[in-house]
C-alpha cells in the first residue's frame, strides 16, 4: 500500500488524531484515512454499530498503521445522547493526551472531526466540539455516480474559528498571493508578498500553510479558510483585478524585452 500525503496538514510530521462520528455506512472511513493519514482513529458511534466497528478497527488500524478505538454510546436517540456524544469525544481526547502525549493537559497532534456518517444531531456535536476543542471538521463527499473514490477530490474540509481568524488578519494582496500561487518557494513567497516570518509562523501554527524543505504550500484547511474569507464580491473584483494587473505587466515586459 502506498503511503498516504500529508500535505494536508500544517506540519508533515505530525499525523493528527482523528474523531469519526459513525452509523451504518463505513466506505467513507477508508477515503479520510487514505487522504489524511492519522495516527491514531476514534470511532464514535451507537451500541447498535459497536462489534461491527471493533472488528473494523482492528483490520484497518493493521492496513492503514494507526491505532484505534471505539466509543459506543447507548442513548443516540435520546435527549441525553448529546451530552452522552460529548463525554466520548472528551474521554477519547483524554486518552490521547495521558498516553501519547509529552504534556498533562495539551494535545501535541491535530484533532480531526470526521461528520459525514452518523446522524445530523452527531454531525453538529462534532461540528461544535472541534470549536470547543481547537480541531477541523471535514466531510466526505460521495464520489460522482459510477466512479471510484478519490481521496485528493472527495474530501471537504470546513474552516475552524481561530483559522477564519488568521485567515482575515492577512492581508488582501497576500491571499490572493497564496490561492493564485498554491504553492512554492519560502525566499519567493517573501519576495512577491507582505508576509514576514511572524505572520507565517501563524499561518503554519493555524494549519493554513504547510513547509517542507524551503517550500509551502496552502493545506486544504488553508483553501477552506482563504476560500470562505474570500467569498465577497468585493474582494472577487479586487483579485480578478490583481490577475489582470499580473498578465497585463507580464505582456509588457515580453513587448519591451
Known amino acids: 500500500m502506498t503511503k498516504p500525503s500529508t500535505d494536508n496538514l500544517g506540519n508533515q510530521e505530525q499525523r493528527p488524531i482523528m474523531l469519526l462520528f459513525m452509523g451504518k455506512t463505513d466506505e467513507h472511513a477508508i477515503t479520510s484515512f487514505q487522504h489524511f493519514y492519522p495516527c491514531s482513529v476514534h470511532i464514535i458511534t451507537s451500541d447498535k454499530f459497536q462489534s461491527k466497528y471493533e472488528k473494523l478497527v482492528k483490520k484497518w488500524s493493521d492496513e492503514y498503521s494507526f491505532r484505534g478505538q471505539v466509543h459506543a454510546i447507548d442513548d443516540l436517540f435520546m435527549p441525553s445522547s448529546v451530552n452522552s456524544l460529548f463525554t466520548a469525544a472528551f474521554s477519547a481526547i483524554d486518552h490521547e493526551i495521558k498516553t501519547h ?7 501535541e497532534f491535530p484533532v480531526l472531526f470526521g461528520v459525514t456518517g452518523g446522524t445530523m444531531h452527531m454531525a453538529v456535536a462534532g461540528t461544535y466540539l472541534s470549536q470547543i476543542i481547537g480541531g477541523a471538521v471535514f466531510y466526505v463527499l460521495r464520489p460522482p455516480e459510477g466512479k471510484e473514490p478519490i481521496p485528493a477530490r472527495d474530501i471537504m474540509m470546513f474552516p475552524e474559528l481561530s483559522s477564519i481568524r488568521t485567515a482575515l488578519q492577512t492581508l488582501t494582496p497576500d491571499i490572493h498571493f497564496l490561492m493564485s500561487k498554491r504553492e512554492g518557494e519560502l525566499d519567493t513567497m517573501f519576495e512577491e508578498s507582505n508576509i514576514n516570518d511572524i505572520h507565517l509562523s501563524r499561518l503554519v501554527e493555524q494549519g ?13 484547511l488553508g483553501t477552506a479558510s482563504f476560500d470562505f474569507v474570500a467569498n465577497s464580491m468585493v474582494w472577487n473584483e479586487f483579485h480578478h483585478f490583481l490577475s489582470s494587473k499580473a498578465k497585463s505587466t507580464s505582456s509588457d515586459d515580453m513587448m519591451h524585452a
Open 208 to 220: 493554513l500553510v504547510s513547509i517542507t524543505e524551503g517550500n509551502w504550500k496552502v493545506t486544504d
Open 101 to 107: 502525549s509529552s504534556s498533562d493537559h495539551n494535545l
